[in-house]
């Protein structure tokens, strides 16, 4: 429970919280938002993260596509802020996975950033590869660690990277509506 917490805290833009309204939750279109999330593996994510932000109430299935492909780049990017912070006090290999990892995350919200730019084109195939490419750059960071016996994969960081990837899943499952 308390890793979904973290989940959703991560999944949350700041700008919510800067420009929070009376309620944190949208009481616009629920039924598309539920009809939606309904096709993706993590629902409660889903539902949460879309009813969040203002936006999702007046988005069609593109738009919430749209807004959960932001909430991953903003996870993505907190997760590569937290590499950064973390390679710091490390010994000297610790410190140069991580910062490659950092790179992996800085990728992945490239990629993200692609996948935004397709949808925009209707290119909803060219979307969802781009959300995959995302999910990889992930389990490149994870993997590097096992080049490495010596070095402990961080618990924190685990839980960030399977963040990230139920909510690239979201997504995934959001364009599959779309259709190719």
């Known amino acids: 429970m308390a890793s979904f917490l973290f989940i959703l805290f991560l999944s949350i833009p700041l700008s919510q919280f800067l420009h929070q309204k009376p309620s944190l939750f949208v009481n616009g279109d629920t039924r598309l938002i539920q009809r939606t999330c309904k096709n993706t ?11 969040s932000n203002s936006t999702s109430s007046k988005a069609d299935t593109k738009g919430l596509a749209a807004i959960m ?20 006090n490390n010994n000297a290999l ?39 490419a995302a999910t990889d750059y992930a389990n490149a960071c994870h993997n590097m660690f096992k080049g490495f016996p010596n ?13 990230f990837k139920h909510i690239c899943d979201v997504v995934l499952g959001i364009i599959d509506i779309l259709g190719w």
Do not use: W
Not at 41 to 51: A, I, M, P, W
Not at 81 to 87: C, G, I, V
Not at 110 to 132: F, R
């Open 94 to 132: 610790m410190k140069k996975v991580l910062n490659e990892c950092a790179k992996k995350y800085e990728y992945a919200v490239d990629a993200l950033q692609d996948s935004l730019l397709d949808l925009g084109a209707e290119s909803n195939d060219y979307a969802y590869l781009h959300v995959l």
């Open 151 to 163: 070095l402990v994969y961080p618990s924190e960081l685990g839980f960030r990277e399977d963040g």
């Open 41 to 51: 593996k993590y629902y409660d994510l889903c539902v949460s993260s879309l009813k």
């Open 69 to 88: 492909i932001r909430v991953a780049m903003a996870n993505a990017t907190s997760t590569k802020s937290y590499l950064a912070s973390k390679s710091i």
